[in-house]
C-alpha cells in the first residue's frame, strides 16, 4: 500500500474515505465532502487492479493537488487470482459479454475499509450514479465489511448530470479529462474495458475508433495468424505458449495476444439491475480469449451431465457477481461444486487468432473423456449392431403419442 500526503490524526478531525478513482464523477467529491457535506480531511483510495500506470500516477497527482491524504492499492494480482481466475472458472458472462467491472468492484470495497480501519474512519464516498449498478456493489462490499459505516454518494444524492459535473469542475478548478464533446466515461481493469457516456449512450450510434484502446480495428491487425496455446492446471490457466506467469502477469499477456489481433471488441444493450437498458462498448481481450480456451477444456473432460448442470450454477453465479454480492454464502455453495469440477479441467487449448477471428484447432488432457478407438469410423471397436435395439426403441412414449392424436 503506498500512501503519498502527510499521515493525520483521524480523531482530531471529521475524516472521510473516498472511494477515488481519479476520474470526474470521484473528482468532484473532494471539494463537495469538504464544502457540501462538512468534513475537514478527505482520505483517497485508488486500488490498483489493472489501470494504465499513468492513470493510477495521475489519480495521485491530482489527488496530491486537490490537497486530500492519498492512497494508492496495488491488488493486481490478488485480482487476477480471486477475482478473476473465480470468473474462469465460473465462464462468468453476463448479456453477452465477461464480467468485468462488477467482479473488481467487491476488492475496491475490500481495500477502502482496510484503509478505513488503519486510520480509524467509519465514513465512506463514492462517485457512483443513482442509475448505475455500482452503487450497490460500492455500499454492498462496505456495509459486508464494515457495517457501522456511514456511506455518502454525492452524484446520486445530488442528483447530478455529466455536463453539470465538467462545468463544477472547472469552477472549482478539478483537473478532469472529459470534455463536453469528449465525454466518454472509461472504467478498466486487468479482464475488461467498459467505455460509455456521450452520444455512445445512443444504441444507433457508431462508436468512433478513438473509444478504443486494447484492441486494433480488423483492418490494422497482422495479416499473420498467431497461433496461441494455453495450459490450465485446476481450471485456471497457468502458461501461455510454454511461458508461465503469475496470475496478473498472465492475464495482460493474454490481453495483448488477443487485442493485437483484434478480439473481444463488444458492443450490447445491457439491462442493468434497475432495470434501465443502456448501451454498453466493452472491450474484453484476455477474458474472451480465456474463457472460450476454457469452455473447450471443459467439452473435452466433464460429463454431459456435469456440462448441462454447470451451465446453470455458473449463470446463477454470474447472476451474484454481476450484483456484487461476493460474500453472499449461496455464491460460496455454487463453488464448491464448480472447484470439484475443476479438479478435472487440466490440460492444454491450441487456438488460432486472426483479425478478429478467434478459433479452436485443439484441446488434449489426461482427463479426456474421449477414445479415438471408441469414436472413428475406421476402427470396429465399437460393435455398431449393438445400437440397433436402442434405435428401435428411441423416442417410443412420443411415437405412441403422435400415432393417437392423429386418431383424435
Known amino acids: 500500500m503506498h500512501k503519498v500526503g502527510r499521515m493525520t490524526n483521524t480523531n482530531s478531525k471529521k475524516t472521510v474515505v473516498l472511494v477515488y478513482s481519479g476520474g470526474l464523477d470521484t473528482s468532484i467529491c473532494i471539494p463537495m465532502m469538504k464544502e457540501?457535506?462538512?468534513?475537514?480531511?478527505?482520505?483517497?483510495?485508488?486500488?490498483?487492479v489493472g489501470q494504465p500506470a499513468e492513470d493510477i500516477a495521475q489519480a495521485a497527482e491530482k489527488a496530491k493537488i486537490m490537497?486530500?491524504?492519498?492512497?494508492?492499492?496495488?491488488?493486481?494480482?490478488?485480482?487476477?487470482?480471486?477475482?478473476?481466475?473465480?470468473?474462469?472458472?465460473s465462464n462468468a458472462m453476463y448479456e453477452g459479454y465477461p464480467l468485468s467491472t462488477s467482479i473488481a468492484r467487491p476488492l475496491i470495497a475490500a481495500k477502502a475499509v482496510e484503509v478505513a480501519k488503519k486510520i480509524g474512519a467509519t465514513a465512506f464516498a463514492h462517485g457512483c450514479t443513482g442509475k448505475g449498478n455500482d452503487q450497490f456493489r460500492i455500499e454492498y462490499g462496505i456495509r459486508a465489511l464494515m457495517p457501522e459505516a456511514v456511506i455518502h454518494a454525492p452524484i446520486r444524492e445530488k442528483n447530478l448530470t455529466r455536463t453539470?459535473?465538467?462545468?463544477?469542475?472547472?469552477?472549482?478548478?478539478?483537473?478532469?479529462?472529459?470534455?463536453?464533446?469528449?465525454?466518454?466515461?472509461i472504467d478498466e481493469n486487468l479482464w475488461g474495458r467498459s467505455i460509455e457516456g456521450g452520444r455512445l449512450e445512443?444504441?444507433?450510434?457508431?462508436?468512433?475508433?478513438?473509444?478504443?484502446?486494447?484492441?486494433?480495428?480488423?483492418?490494422?491487425?497482422p495479416d499473420t495468424v498467431t497461433e496461441l496455446k494455453v495450459e490450465f492446471?485446476?481450471?485456471?490457466?497457468?502458461?501461455?505458449?510454454?511461458?508461465?506467469?503469475?496470475?496478473?502477469?498472465?492475464?495482460?499477456?493474454?490481453n495483448h495476444y488477443a487485442g493485437t489481433n483484434a478480439i473481444g471488441r463488444i458492443d450490447v444493450m445491457e439491462d442493468r439491475m434497475l432495470g434501465l437498458k443502456v448501451r454498453e462498448n466493452y472491450e474484453c481481450p484476455g477474458s474472451t480469449?480465456?474463457?472460450?480456451?476454457?469452455?473447450?477444456?471443459?467439452?473435452?473432460?466433464?460429463?454431459?451431465?456435469?456440462?448441462?448442470?454447470?451451465?446453470?450454477?455458473?449463470?446463477?453465479?454470474?447472476?451474484?457477481?454481476?450484483?456484487?454480492?461476493?460474500w453472499d454464502p449461496f455464491k460460496d455453495d455454487l463453488e464448491a461444486f464448480q472447484n470439484n469440477t475443476q479438479k478435472r479441467v487440466s490440460g492444454t487449448?491450441?487456438?488460432?487468432l486472426y483479425k478478429g477471428n478467434l478459433t479452436?484447432?485443439?484441446?488434449?488432457?489426461?482427463?479426456?473423456?474421449?477414445?479415438?478407438?471408441?469414436?472413428?469410423?475406421?476402427?470396429?471397436?465399437?460393435?455398431?449392431?449393438?445400437?440397433?435395439g436402442m434405435v428401435k426403441n428411441f423416442g417410443l412414449q412420443q411415437r405412441m403419442f403422435f400415432h393417437l392424436a392423429k386418431k383424435m
Open 349 to 352: 487449448v491450441t487456438m488460432r
Open 233 to 254: 492446471k485446476n481450471g485456471v490457466p497457468v502458461s501461455l505458449n510454454g511461458e508461465t506467469f503469475t496470475p496478473g502477469k498472465l492475464v495482460a499477456k493474454a
Open 360 to 388: 479452436i484447432i485443439g484441446r488434449e488432457s489426461p482427463w479426456a473423456l474421449y477414445s479415438e478407438d471408441l469414436a472413428s469410423f475406421d476402427t470396429t471397436t465399437f460393435d455398431q449392431r449393438e445400437s440397433t
Open 164 to 185: 453539470w459535473e465538467i462545468e463544477y469542475a472547472k469552477k472549482k478548478n478539478v483537473p478532469i479529462q472529459q470534455s463536453l464533446t469528449k465525454i466518454w466515461s
Open 67 to 89: 490537497g486530500t491524504e492519498h492512497y494508492t492499492v496495488d491488488a493486481k494480482e490478488e485480482f487476477a487470482a480471486e477475482y478473476c481466475f473465480r470468473a474462469i472458472k
Open 36 to 48: 457540501e457535506y462538512g468534513y475537514d480531511h478527505v482520505v483517497t483510495v485508488t486500488v490498483d
Open 289 to 326: 480469449l480465456l474463457l472460450t480456451a476454457h469452455k473447450a477444456l471443459e467439452a473435452l473432460v466433464l460429463t454431459r451431465e456435469e456440462i448441462k448442470f454447470k451451465e446453470k450454477v455458473d449463470a446463477q453465479w454470474s447472476e451474484l457477481a454481476y450484483q456484487g454480492l461476493w
Open 202 to 221: 445512443e444504441p444507433n450510434f457508431a462508436p468512433p475508433e478513438e473509444i478504443f484502446q486494447w484492441i486494433k480495428s480488423p483492418k490494422d491487425a
